[in-house]
């Protein structure tokens, strides 16, 4: 009998984990519908649109009402106890750990910024140091490799580079501790530095404060207050409106480092159904109408909404 006990359990419990997949899966792809859909509306990315709006724990079977996970029927069980919360958040609102590097030197005007974030956050400088020294030597081609730099993401070669002390270039922040930042400093960091295949600059229009002071030359805290109680009335078109509402030179910020539009998103979904919860994060690039999933990590619940 108690044979027969385990083997429901073990069966529903791997419906449950089939369904989960599928709903994270769902849900997943209707944020990168959003996500398609706000291009079309514009050029300029803001905390205004409807990709920005959290979305707070709700029954399932809300959005299968509207069609929004999919059309592929549950188990009425499962319906009445399982629970959807998520969030978009645009990762160009944070400084680009990729855009420290250029060409195998190191950037200055990335450098500084990060040098300004380090000092606010109270991060000793020499942290700073040791993680551009290790993600300037990992970004290094393999010797006697004609392959660019693209190639120490190979899984293929991680090994080697491993034996030779080579340190691997992370994909996450929390992989951030490899190239030498303490687990004090990853968890200061992270509101506001991202670690992407890409060099991007910072959207002005989602930014923190912080972070407009660390990418901006200058800028105090009073003119990034400034900046964003105005584009919280009427986000920025250009970088003209951004230096006109602070009553600064056009000059003050750059296409270079600044912008307002995102390419780089972050997707989180959590699912709590029945004694089951799940949390996935899903990183998304948007190049036009298309906007693809990166790659995708499963976390640990640490509350009852995702931020």
């Known amino acids: 009998m108690w044979q027969q006990a385990r083997a429901y359990d073990l069966e529903a419990s791997e419906r449950a984990r089939v369904q989960a997949n599928w709903i994270l899966h769902g849900t997943t792809d209707w944020a990168r519908l959003i996500l398609r859909e706000d291009a079309r ?5 803001h905390l205004g649109e409807p990709w920005a709006i959290t979305l707070q724990e709700a029954k399932l079977s809300t959005f299968l009402a509207n069609g929004a996970v999919g059309d592929e029927p549950l188990a009425s069980d499962a319906l009445q106890n399982a629970y959807l919360s998520g969030s978009i ?3 160009q609102s944070r400084l680009n750990v990729t855009n420290l590097v250029l060409d195998q030197q190191t950037h200055g005007p990335t450098l500084r910024a990060f040098g300004r974030l380090f000092e606010a956050l109270q991060i000793p400088p020499a942290e700073l140091q040791l ?3 290790n993600l300037r030597a990992g970004l290094e081609p393999p010797e006697g490799s004609a392959a660019a730099a693209n ?15 080579i340190p691997l270039i992370p994909r996450s922040l929390d992989q951030m501790r490899w190239l030498g930042l ?6 200061l960091l992270r509101p506001y530095v ?8 910072v959207n002005i229009n989602t930014a923190p404060s912080l972070v407009l002071q660390a990418i901006t030359q200058g800028l105090d805290a009073g003119n990034a207050q400034r900046l964003i109680d105005t584009r919280a009335k009427t986000p920025f078109r250009n970088l003209a409106d951004a230096a006109s509402a602070i009553g600064q030179a056009e000059s003050t910020f750059s296409e270079n480092l600044h912008s307002v539009n995102s390419r780089f998103f972050e997707v989180r979904v959590r699912l709590r159904m029945g004694t089951l919860t ?11 109408l298309l906007a693809k999933a990166l790659w995708k990590e499963r976390e640990a619940p640490l509350d009852a909404s995702v931020q």
């Open 151 to 165: 190639t120490t993401r190979n899984s293929s070669t991680a090994a080697t580079r491993l034996a030779n002390g």
């Open 278 to 288: 799940t949390q996935e994060r899903t990183v998304v690039q948007r190049e036009g």
């Open 194 to 201: 991202v670690v992407l295949p890409d060099r991007t600059t």
């Open 131 to 133: 993680l551009v020294t």
């Open 41 to 45: 509306s514009g050029a300029v990315d």
């Open 182 to 187: 303490s687990a004090r400093s990853v968890a």
């Open 89 to 91: 958040t645009d990762l």
